[in-house]
Structure formats: C-alpha cells, structure tokens
C-alpha cells in the first residue's frame, strides 16, 4: 500500500491520456495504469487522416505514442500492468493490480472498447491494410471501390450508407435474410442503387496479401461455398466495452458505463468515465479525447470540492 492518489486513470486510449495530460497539468500527479494492451483501438490502425492538427495525417500508434510522452512531460507516472480489480465501496477507493494495490480519492475510468471481430483467417493479419472497423475513420481510403459490409444491425447499415460516397458499391453480408437494423436506415439502404445485400452468408476467410482483395463466403442455408471480390471489408458487427471490472460497482447501459448528463460523472461520487467506454454513438478519437478533457476537469473540481467541504 501506499499515500493516497488525488487520481488513477484506467486505461491509456486517446481519453485516458488526455485526462492524464490535463490532471498532470493540474498538479494532481496522476497514476496511469495503462494495461499491457495500451494505446486502445489507434494501436489497430494504420494512417489517422481525420486527428485535427496533422495535416499530412499520423500512424494511429505514433498518435498515442506522442500523447503518452505528453501526458508523461508534466508528470504522470504509467504502470503498464492489467487492473485486477477495483474497490469502489468506499473512499479511498483501492484499485489493484498483480502486483500491488494503489489507494486514490478519484478514478477516471477510460478502458475503452473493442470492435466485435469475425475471427477468421485473413482478418487481424489485413486489419488497417483494407479490413476495418470504423467508416467515418477509414472509408475515405477506398474511393472508387467494391466493399464488403458485415451485419446486420444499425452499425453494419449506417457504415454501408456512409461507404456509398465513396465506394463504387458496397455489399452488406448478412448471416439471416432480415436486418436487425432499424426501419428507417433499411429503407434508406434499400433503396441506394449502390448499395446490394448477401443474405444467410458469412465470410470464412479473407484474402490477400498485404491487401486485401475479397474474401471466402459460405452461404448458411444452402452450404454452398463461395469467393467475392473486394478492395475493403468493414466489420460492422458490434462493439464490446471494457466494463468487466466495474460490473456491480457501476450503472452499466447495455455493458456501458453511465454517466449524469452532460457530465462524466459515474453512479460513484468521485468516479469519473471517459471515451468509448461511455460513448456507444461517436466512438472516434476526437470524442474520446474531449471526453478525457472533461473528465480531468470534472475531477479536479470535485476533488477540489471535497477539500472545501
Ligand atoms: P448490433 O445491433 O448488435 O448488430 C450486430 C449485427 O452483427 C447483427 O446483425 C448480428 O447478426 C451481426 N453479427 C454479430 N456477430 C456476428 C458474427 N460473428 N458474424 C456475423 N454477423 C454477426 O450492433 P450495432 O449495429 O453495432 O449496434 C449497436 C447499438 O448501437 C444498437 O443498439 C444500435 O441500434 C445502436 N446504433 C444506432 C445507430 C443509429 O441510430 N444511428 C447507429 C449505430 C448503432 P444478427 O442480426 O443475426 O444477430
């Protein structure tokens, strides 16, 4: 054990580093505990185009590599091990790890989420080389080019839409022959001239080498196996976020953290929450950076509030 924190952060994406980079500025001498998978979803990427301030573009993971040594110049100390468990019963809150318990007045809790995968062959190996996981962050890269969408919920049929302004055309491979997707955005897919849907199939490889160039289908109904060509396959298939650790000890929306409006406050005074965690709407590196902002600030005033009090 040892002296109590002001603040720990809990995981080191775009929000938690930037909550770092503002509590430091703070002089709360934050603890950053950023998982042995630091960096978050940048860390999956390739080329960033649309991180406002680079003109020419940034590698995601140089990205997170500068705010890190940012966040680290004014004074955050970084653990990189795994949070084991959080106590959160009562202040000061403890917050473990293998190797040691750390004793703090606040938390910000920015552990990110992840993009439900496909785990098929091809799939990781060609992620950021013409798979993807996000449209707005990568659809511009393939203009005038076949598409793949994966899904069938709102995700799968906002992203294909979205794609249509680029892509020449853009299939959506569904597992059923119905969308879960809501009334209105099927409609509005259904009747994009660009847009055209493989029913009852999954995709059981990608192909390519360094690029990708289709994948391997398999029609679930019939069995009957088959190829298609594509410049981009977008995996639209949910997301899952890294709320494992608070599941009891926070209000959770769908496996999400909730926070009050317009605030990052959490259902535990003094617990703060940031970035895709929270957000299941944005979920883009801007987003999760403002949110880190806020949660710094909404931090630093509550603690200040504490010592008023
Ligand atoms: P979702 O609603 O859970 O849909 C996931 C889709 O992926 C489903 O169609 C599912 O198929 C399919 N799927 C799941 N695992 C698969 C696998 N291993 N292989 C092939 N297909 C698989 O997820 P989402 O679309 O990301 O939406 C998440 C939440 O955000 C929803 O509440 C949604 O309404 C909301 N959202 C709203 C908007 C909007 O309103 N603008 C936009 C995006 C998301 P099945 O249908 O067969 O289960």
Same mark, same amino acid.
């Given at each position: ?14 929000? #938690? ?11 709360? /001498? +934050? ?20 991180? +406002?301030? =680079? ?10 590599? $500068? ?19 959080? &106590?959160?019963?009562?202040? +000061?809150?403890? !917050?473990?790890?293998? $190797? ?12 990110? /989420? ?6 098929? +062959? ?31 919920? &709102? ?17 959506? !491979? ?14 509005? @897919?259904?009747? *994009? ?8 199939? !999954? ?6 080498? #360094? ?7 398999? *029609? ?5 196996? #088959? ?18 650790? =608070? ?24 617990? =703060? ?15 999760? @950076? ?5 949660? @710094? ?7 200040? $509030?504490?010592?008023?009090?």
């Amino acid at each position: 054990m040892e002296d109590i924190r002001d603040v720990i952060i809990v995981g080191a994406g775009p929000a #938690g580093l930037t909550a770092a980079i503002y509590t430091a500025r703070a002089n709360l /001498a +934050p603890l950053m505990i950023e998982g042995v998978e630091a960096g978050g979803q940048l860390m999956l990427t390739t080329e960033v185009e649309n991180y +406002p301030g =680079f003109v020419d573009g940034i590698m995601g993971p140089e990205l997170m590599e $500068s705010m890190r040594k940012q966040s680290q110049r004014f004074g955050t100390e970084i653990l990189t091990e795994n949070v084991t468990s959080v &106590d959160l019963a009562e202040r +000061p809150f403890k !917050v473990s790890t293998a $190797s040691a318990s750390h004793l703090t007045n606040s938390i910000i809790v920015s552990t990110g /989420a992840k993009a439900r995968m496909l785990d098929i +062959p091809g799939e990781r190996e060609l992620l950021g080389h013409g798979v993807s996981t996000c449209a707005t962050c990568d659809g511009f890269f393939f203009r005038d080019q076949e598409l793949l969408v994966v899904g069938g919920g &709102d995700s799968a049929i906002e992203e294909a839409t979205f794609l249509t302004k680029f892509a020449s055309k853009v299939t959506v !491979v569904h597992r059923r022959d119905s969308l879960r997707a809501s009334k209105i955005m099927q409609d509005r @897919a259904r009747s *994009n001239p660009k847009i055209e849907f493989l029913w009852d199939t !999954v995709l059981t490889e990608v192909t390519g080498d #360094g690029k990708v160039t289709g994948a391997k289908t398999k *029609n679930l109904k019939t069995g009957e196996e #088959g190829t298609i060509a594509a410049g981009g396959i977008f995996v639209a298939i949910g997301h899952i976020p890294n709320t494992s650790l =608070f599941e009891g000890k926070l209000d959770l929306i769908e496996g999400y953290i909730r926070t009050q409006p317009g605030s990052t406050a959490t259902s535990v005074k003094g617990v =703060f929450a940031a970035g895709d965690v929270v957000d299941y709407k944005y979920r883009q590196a801007i987003t999760a @950076a403002g949110m880190g902002c806020q949660a @710094a600030i909404d931090a630093e005033r509550w603690l200040e $509030s504490q010592h008023d009090a």
